[in-house]
């Protein structure tokens, strides 16, 4: 099982992307989904993190009232509505289920997150 993210692309600084996260089954819909990213060079860090119910979610300081995460588990899919984007923005993004289902916080590191897809490269011209 993967989680598969998605809707990656070249952006204008300014400008919004909304990026998907496939999942399958009660796997997905049990768990809370995290979002990550790295950038070239650099560690993956902790974007933001949504709960298995959609009723919570918490955002990285960097990110933090510009990017918002919600989920449909109907559809076994979350997302990354990315606005106001800025050049540091520019990384691979990927989704991630919680090892644990029904947990409602996590720290926001990698080694909490299982079933990890190929990622979805974010760039942000200036």
């Known amino acids: 099982v993967q989680l598969q993210a998605s809707g990656g692309g070249l952006v204008q600084a300014g400008g919004s992307l909304r990026l998907s996260c496939a999942g399958s089954g009660r796997t997905f819909s049990s768990a809370a989904v995290g979002w990550f990213r790295q950038a070239p060079g650099k560690e993956r860090e902790f974007v933001g993190r949504?709960?298995?119910?959609?009723?919570?979610?918490y955002y990285a300081d960097s990110v933090k009232g510009r990017f918002i995460i919600s989920r449909d588990n109907a559809k076994s899919t979350a997302y990354l509505q990315m606005n106001s984007l800025k050049p540091e923005d520019t990384a691979v993004y990927y989704c991630?289920?919680?090892?644990?289902?029904?947990?409602?916080?996590?720290?926001?590191?990698?080694?909490?997150?299982?079933?990890w897809g190929p990622g979805t490269q974010v760039t942000v011209s200036s």
């Open positions: 991630a289920a919680d090892r644990i289902y029904y947990r409602e916080y996590a720290k926001p590191d990698s080694e909490n997150y299982e079933y």
């Open positions: 949504i709960g298995w119910s959609g009723g919570t979610t």
